[in-house]
């Protein structure tokens, strides 16, 4: 089973600061397979980020995604006012079955 | 430009049954791994099933196997997810989701959801 633990629950924060969230798995997976969603309220999530670090078009440079062993990173170089969002991290596997997984989130939040 | 359409979301009680569909267009609908994935009211988002475009192959998430079967009509362009036995832990809204197609392990495009009410 894929768990997937998101820190922090929530973060407050103003226009123009950098923001970093983290993203922990449970077991050693491939990294290509984790990606990051944005969810703002009454919307579909958004993909922004795929195999760990690679933008989808149209997804502006201020996304970046990293990796470490287990450790996943999304940051937001300069926070605009429509990120202010929750952001999910998502990781797939296949063994000993195919399954996807996503984490609790992380809100980030007006100041 | 892709569009996904989910219908066929409502009330129901306890132990009943409901089918929702999804209507995809703007892609080549039998190319692509579709999945449902669920958002419980004020929760995270929550994988429920994928089915392959290739050969139908189908995974579940174990807190719907059994009760749920999703199923694709390729020449619909169109996605299902059959529920039944239904409890108010399946009270979400349903987004039906395209895989991408590299390798089927991300969800590209998102439809806006349709609301699965679990109540008597």
């Known amino acids: 089973e894929i768990v997937l633990t998101q820190s922090p629950g929530t973060l407050s924060l103003s226009p123009g600061e950098r923001v970093t969230l983290s993203c922990r798995a449970s077991q050693s997976l491939s990294s290509t397979y984790l990606a990051w969603y944005q969810q703002k309220p009454g919307q579909a999530p958004r993909l922004l980020i795929f195999?760990?670090?690679k933008r989808p078009t149209g997804i502006p440079d201020r996304f970046s995604g990293s990796a470490s062993g287990t450790d996943f990173t999304l940051t937001i170089s300069r926070l605009e006012p429509e990120d202010f969002a929750v952001y999910y991290c998502?990781?797939?596997?296949?063994?000993?079955?195919?399954?996807?997984?996503f984490g609790q989130g992380t809100k980030v939040e007006i100041k | 430009e892709v569009q996904l359409v989910e219908s066929g979301g409502g009330l129901v009680q306890p132990g009943g049954s409901l089918r929702l569909s999804c209507a995809a267009s703007?892609?080549?609908?039998?190319?692509?791994?579709m999945s449902w994935v669920r958002q419980a009211p004020g929760k995270g988002l929550e994988w429920v099933s994928t089915?392959?475009?290739?050969?139908?192959?189908?995974y579940y998430a174990d807190s719907v196997k059994g009760r749920f079967t999703i199923s694709r009509g390729n020449s619909k362009n169109t996605l299902y997810l059959q529920m039944n036995s239904l409890t108010a832990g399946d009270t979400a809204i349903y987004h039906c989701a395209q895989n991408d197609a590299a390798s089927g392990t991300v969800f590209d495009y998102w439809g806006q959801g349709a609301l699965v009410t679990v109540s008597s």
């Open positions: 195999d760990a670090s």
């Open positions: 089915i392959t475009g290739s050969d139908g192959s189908t």
């Open positions: 998502q990781q797939y596997g296949d063994s000993p079955r195919r399954m996807w997984a």
């Open positions: 703007g892609f080549t609908f039998r190319n692509y791994a």
